[in-house]
């Protein structure tokens, strides 16, 4: 079974730029959360999608949002980049939000 | 509001020696409980989830943790450390009626050879 994918792996933007970080979850699996890490503050939670429906969000700005596909892939956009949003995104999936995450290997955004 | 907490950010051991990191979780309900562990320049994997049932759960690699609910604890131990463990070790927590997984700010392990 194919693992989680993210594209890309790498972006470099300056600030004031938007940016749209694609997740493809493993097949089967409808529940995709996603998190920022950032070197001492471990994984933040961004939101929760299932079917399409955002569960849950964390304490992020409004520049942060999300959106999931029919077929469970999803993306997250970031607009009016901040350097402070320097970080690696983590994409992970699972059965359910309580079961299991198998994650991604991230996005490394470098905000300039 | 909800909260895990690691102990320790850094830890250094030489091979052999008995590993314990500590985790406290701040929730109210029930509770499933995760150690994930980031080796490096790979992906997050799990090492071992606590669900129900015994409190004292093991892993892959030897790894071990056990559930104390009276403490809000979840720690994880292993009694000899090889130079292949060093990596990032986050533990994690989420309502079981929830959505959103919360993750400590995470251990890093270093093994001296």
């Known amino acids: 079974k194919a693992g989680v994918t993210q594209t890309p792996r790498y972006l470099i933007k300056t600030r004031g730029q938007q940016v749209t970080l694609s997740c493809s979850p493993i097949s089967g699996h409808r529940s995709v959360s996603w998190y920022q890490q950032t070197p001492g503050q471990g994984l933040q939670f961004l939101f929760e999608?299932?079917?399409?429906?955002?569960?849950n969000k964390g304490n992020f700005p409004g520049r942060f949002s999300g959106r999931q596909f029919s077929n469970s892939r999803s993306e997250m956009n970031v607009s009016t980049l901040e350097l402070g949003d320097s970080a690696l995104y983590l994409c992970?999936?699972?059965?359910?939000?309580?079961?299991?995450?198998?994650f991604g290997p991230g996005t490394r955004l470098l905000v300039l | 509001a909800q909260s895990v907490s690691q102990h320790n950010h850094h830890v250094i051991l030489s091979e052999a020696a008995s590993l314990e990191l500590g985790c406290n979780y701040s929730?109210?309900?029930?509770?499933?409980l995760f150690w994930y562990v980031q080796y490096p320049g790979q992906h997050l994997q799990l090492l071992l989830k606590y669900f129900s049932g015994d409190p004292l759960v093991k892993g892959i690699k030897g790894f071990e943790a056990e559930f104390i609910k009276s403490k809000f604890s979840f720690n994880l131990r292993k009694p000899s450390v090889q130079w292949s463990d060093t990596a990032e070790y986050f533990c994690?927590?989420?309502?079981?009626?929830?959505?959103?997984?919360?993750f400590g700010a995470g251990t890093r392990l270093f093994v001296k050879a």
């Open positions: 999608y299932f079917s399409e429906t955002q569960r």
């Open positions: 929730y109210g309900g029930t509770v499933n």
């Open positions: 992970a999936s699972s059965l359910t939000s309580t079961e299991t995450q198998y």
């Open positions: 994690a927590a989420v309502n079981t009626g929830g959505f959103k997984t919360i």
